[in-house]
């Protein structure tokens, strides 16, 4: 699989239809001020070692504090600007994961599930 970037309103439309597991990876400060409706807060650092721990077998699965990622369910990643999420989300498709990420991350989505 491939890592896919994309914009506000795809994002939006996999929330609406493909029930997604949506990932925010900043800072729970950053997280608390505003985010991404339904979104799960995962240090970006934890979850890189979940993933590595999973693709050279260490784990058979991947889990990160209460939250299983599951290959067969679409995973939304987003960050502050982009570039976090762009890398975390290759990596995740390199394990075999179906992630995309947000182009521009937060600080420029557009679309209508933003809370603050």
């Known amino acids: 699989m491939a890592c896919e970037i994309i914009g506000s ?3 939006d439309r996999y929330i609406e239809k493909e029930n997604p597991l949506i990932i925010d990876l900043r800072s729970e400060t950053d997280y608390m001020k505003k985010h991404i409706k339904g979104a799960v807060c995962i240090n970006a650092e934890d ?3 979940a993933i590595e721990n999973y693709m050279y077998g260490r784990t058979g699965i991947v889990r990160t504090g209460d939250i299983l990622l599951k290959k067969n369910k679409i995973i939304l990643l987003y960050c502050s600007r982009g570039a976090q999420s ?3 989300c ?3 498709s390199m394990a075999g994961f179906n992630v995309k990420s947000l182009a ?3 600080e420029r ?3 209508r599930y933003i809370t603050a």
Do not use: A, T, V
């Open 9 to 11: 309103s795809l994002f």
């Open 47 to 49: 979850l890189e070692n």
């Open 86 to 88: 762009y890398f975390m």
């Open 90 to 92: 290759r990596k995740m």
């Open 104 to 106: 521009g991350g937060i």
């Open 109 to 111: 989505y557009k679309g």
